[in-house]
């Protein structure tokens, strides 16, 4: 596995962080650059620990962890979406959910991250240089995730409830995806 395989795959892996950092953005009511990092901290470190993890593993689990880590994701996901559906229903003005400490931020963040730890175990396999892989996936996630959480933000603040509506069924149907994709029906 070359450089741009690599890059590429890192894209790929962020690809769910940064719809998850959109979602969290629209969430923020004040939004700064500190929250944006953080929120970058978070999934850029669980996407560059998980496949490391996957990595030291190698084929021990393999089995176990291909064969639930749709389910995983798909549950934690929906949970996540649908608690943020409940918020944006709710009547009480202050149910935005400004906060990025570990409990908000650790669940999403494993979340996304899941199938990194599968990646790993197939890095295991391949000739592939682990310190390049997960400083990558590391860094493509951490710059895209504060890119999303920008993003999310801006659109959050002009539209509220709706964004939230939206971000919600956007985690549900990231979660759906991982779940048909690994059963094979998409």
């Known amino acids: 596995m070359g450089i741009i395989e690599i890059i590429l795959t890192s894209i790929g892996l962020a690809m769910d962080a940064f719809a998850v950092s959109i979602c969290k953005g629209l969430s923020i009511k004040k939004y700064n650059l500190k929250k944006g990092l953080i929120i970058g901290t978070y999934f850029g470190l669980f996407q560059s620990i998980m496949p490391l993890i996957g990595y030291l593993l190698g084929g021990l689990f393999k089995n176990i962890i291909i064969s639930i880590d749709h389910w995983i994701a798909f549950i934690l996901l929906s949970i996540i979406g649908i608690n943020m559906l409940k918020e944006s ?92 994709e690994h059963l094979g029906i998409l």
């Open 89 to 180: 229903l709710s009547n009480e003005n202050e149910e935005c959910n400004d906060l990025v400490d570990l409990k908000t931020m650790i669940p999403l963040a494993l979340a996304t991250s899941i199938d990194a730890l599968a990646i790993g175990v197939t890095l295991a396999f391949l000739k592939v240089n682990i310190i390049i892989a997960i400083l990558s996936i590391g860094i493509i996630t951490f710059i895209l995730s504060v890119i999303g959480s920008k993003l999310g933000n801006k659109v959050g603040t002009k539209f509220q409830k709706k964004s939230q509506i939206i971000g919600g069924l956007i985690l549900i149907i990231i979660g759906l995806k991982i779940l048909l």
